[in-house]
């Protein structure tokens, strides 16, 4: 598309005004079936439209009929926009090449979201924030909590018995960064909206540290308020809420950084080859930007967790760490392992008994469990962590957060019950592993020929969860060389934040709530990452 051709394209569009206000029903019409049900000029024809009766909505794009060609071009106009502004990702079959770039697959327009429940996710997230670090500083909790995974999950076995030799040893560093992503979806009790209080704000998971999205969700706000400006669509202050999720990583590291101590120490990134993305590069632009606001250089490298046992080396006496000789202050691991090989092992060893700050570190690695997750909503176990009575405004915003989740170690009545109504019903749950990283859950009749076929030990690493009913929308998904489609969606909201403390004072110095991002999927896909292929990167739009 030539310079003129896009003037073109953006005034053609820039015709219609559409104004919402908060107090709007969350029946009304999302931005893209606005966009299908308006008058759509051919983009090259600067003709004054004629009068046409609006499209009726379809499933798919091609209910727009002889219109198609409209849409192409404003995709087209989209995918160019998403290069320009850096929505981008590597190649998947030229990955190591680092040469060639394709669009990261995004909705064309934001997708509805309720306003009070993303207010209310914003608002928990500090909550959330020193609620996990509090678990992390909690080795005996952890321990006791994962130690039945021990025996089916090779690389929680592996950290327990790193988090054991820490606890003997003692922690060479008491200061913490916690880098928290916490996921939600908009649950619809009894599968039907028709009241405000029917939206219930449902926690899916918490993401500690090694957490995908903060470079690419502002971005997409970016993104989408020139989709809508393009699409002639005035939308309200507010809408389309600012993100700093890039920011707030930034200013994360930078901070910990800084605490350390020493202007010549190094920060270390630790990522395999699939793990350094044009996302960590915009971190680490606006990382050293901060850096040389505060007449300060920051040296930044990265090397895969298997390399680094070959550059790095602990002084016994200290507890330094050095790469090639250099102090190291911060480490920020970005790779999960997990079948780690002797190499890894020995270099997460070496990282977790220095004086790095670390990010994450093995506990609060395993604080990201789903299996403590599920511990974490039981009666009476928030208030481990919470003790005082100055904690109850806690525990109130962050309870109703969580959804239902039953363990199954134990051979109770309790659990046998649970088992035999999920066997019986098992659309009302999802049969998740205890481990985190996303993906491989059972769903539907899965779940029952799953929960008669599992070990003991196999039980007892995989938990249920209540089955959410996420609020339906409609948008058009984007993926590189793939046909546009406008369809059902569902959508998961995360909320950024991050946390500074010293575990062994038990003080914070910085617990902040910034920055947020949307993933949205067909309605029909149970598994729906963006990793997956199905899943697209997405904006709320506030309602």
């Not at 929505?87 to 934001?110: G, R, T």
């Not at 409609?474 to 998961?492: I, M, P």
Request: net charge neutral; hydrophobic share 35%.
């Amino acid at each position: 598309m030539s310079n003129g051709q896009a003037e073109r394209f953006v005034d053609t569009f820039k015709r219609t005004t559409y104004r919402t206000t908060p107090s709007e029903s969350l029946n009304a019409k999302s931005p893209a079936q606005m966009f299908l049900g308006r008058k759509i000029r051919t983009t090259f024809d600067l003709q004054k439209p004629k009068p046409k009766q609006p499209i009726i909505l379809g499933e798919s794009s091609t209910s727009l009929g002889p219109n198609l060609r409209d849409l192409e071009v404003f995709v087209e106009y989209a995918k160019f926009w998403a290069h320009k502004i850096g929505l981008v990702v590597h190649h998947k079959e030229h990955y190591d090449k680092k040469d060639a770039a394709v669009i990261k697959s995004f909705s064309l327009f934001p997708s509805p979201f309720p306003r009070r429940l993303f207010e209310q996710a914003k608002k928990v997230q500090t909550a959330m924030n020193l609620l996990y670090f509090r678990v992390s500083q909690d080795f005996d909790f952890l321990i006791e909590t994962l130690q039945p995974l021990a025996e089916t999950t090779e690389h929680i076995r592996v950290w327990l018995e790193l988090l054991r030799e820490v606890k003997s040893e003692g922690v060479h560093q008491p200061i913490n960064l916690l880098l928290i992503r916490s996921d939600y979806m908009c649950h619809v009790n009894n599968g039907e909206a028709t009241e405000k209080n029917d939206y219930e704000l449902k926690q899916v998971e918490v993401n500690i540290g090694n957490y995908g999205g903060a470079g690419y969700a502002s971005h997409l706000t970016q993104f989408h308020r020139k989709m809508m400006e393009t699409a002639g669509r005035n939308v309200l202050a507010g809408t389309l809420p600012d993100n700093g999720s890039d920011e707030q990583l930034a200013e994360a590291l930078y901070e910990a950084w800084k605490l350390f101590g020493d202007p010549k120490a190094i920060m270390l990134i630790v990522a395999n080859k699939y793990n350094r993305t044009f996302e960590m590069s915009h971190i680490d632009q606006i990382l050293i930007k901060l850096a040389k606001n505060d007449n300060h250089q920051i040296q930044i490298v990265i090397f895969s967790l298997a390399e680094c046992v070959e550059r790095l080396t602990l002084d016994e006496d200290n507890f330094s760490l050095r790469l090639d000789g250099q102090i190291v202050g911060v480490v920020h691991l970005k790779t999960t392992c997990f079948k780690p090989t002797p190499e890894q092992i020995a270099s997460r060893r070496m990282i977790e008994r220095s004086t790095a700050i670390k990010c994450p570190t093995a506990a609060a690695d395993l604080a990201s469990m789903k299996k403590v997750q599920q511990v974490l909503a039981k009666p009476g176990v928030l208030e481990r962590f919470f003790p005082n009575s100055d904690d109850a405004e806690l525990i109130a915003a962050l309870r109703p957060t969580f959804a239902e989740m039953w363990a199954l170690d134990k051979e109770d009545e309790h659990t046998k019950s649970i088992i035999k109504d999920a066997t019986e019903n098992p659309m009302k749950y999802v049969l998740k592993p205890s481990q985190e990283g996303g993906g491989h859950n059972f769903w539907g009749e899965e779940i029952g020929e799953k929960l008669r076929t599992f070990t003991k030990e196999e039980l007892a690493a995989h938990i249920l969860m209540q089955r959410l009913r996420p609020m339906v929308g409609k948008n058009y998904l984007v993926h590189s060389f793939r046909d546009v489609k406008f369809t059902a969606t569902t959508s998961e909201l995360s909320t950024f934040g991050y946390l500074l403390g010293n575990g062994r004072e038990n003080t914070v110095s910085h617990n902040v709530s910034k920055g947020h991002m949307m993933r949205t999927k067909p309605e029909h896909i149970n598994e729906g990452g963006v990793i997956a292929g199905e899943g697209v990167h997405d904006s709320p739009f506030l309602i």
